[in-house]
Nanobody, 122 residues
Framework: QVQLVESGGGLVQAGASLRLACVAP????????MAWFRQAPGKEREFVAC?????YYADSVKGRFAISRDPAKNTVYLQMSSLKPEDTAVYYC??????????????????WGQGTQVTVSS
């Protein structure tokens, strides 16, 4: 069973920063596109960011969040800055082959982590 393991969530005040990390098996980290999604209570899961040969962001996080990867550590990061209460959600790491349609469609991702909670207080 493929495991993606997220870490770095927590409770912070509005305006603060957090960095999430996702460790993947080496054969995934080196060959797959990696993404972050989030799901707030009572809402559908939504796309946040993706890194493949380029990076892609949801409009709601553009300019505040940055996705990156460290191949030596098989890890993808999501640096979150200027956090807002509406960023509160469970954040999930996901992976897929680089082909396969829109980066923002969660149904195109084959592998998922268990999620990490991010709570931003006002």
């Amino acid at each position: 069973q493929v495991q993606l393991v997220e870490s770095g969530g927590g409770l912070v005040q509005a305006g603060a920063s957090l960095r999430l990390a996702c460790v993947a098996p080496g054969w995934i980290a080196s060959t797959h596109a990696m993404a972050w999604f989030r799901q707030a209570p009572g809402k559908e899961r939504e796309f946040v960011a993706c890194i493949a040969t380029s990076t892609y962001y949801a409009d709601s996080v553009k300019g505040r969040f940055a996705i990156s990867r460290d191949p030596a550590k098989n890890t993808v990061y999501l640096q979150m800055s200027s956090l807002k209460p509406e960023d509160t959600a469970v954040y999930y790491c996901a992976a897929r082959q680089s082909y396969g349609g829109s980066w923002s469609r969660d149904s195109t991702y084959a592998y998922w982590g268990q999620g990490t909670q991010v709570t931003v207080s006002s």
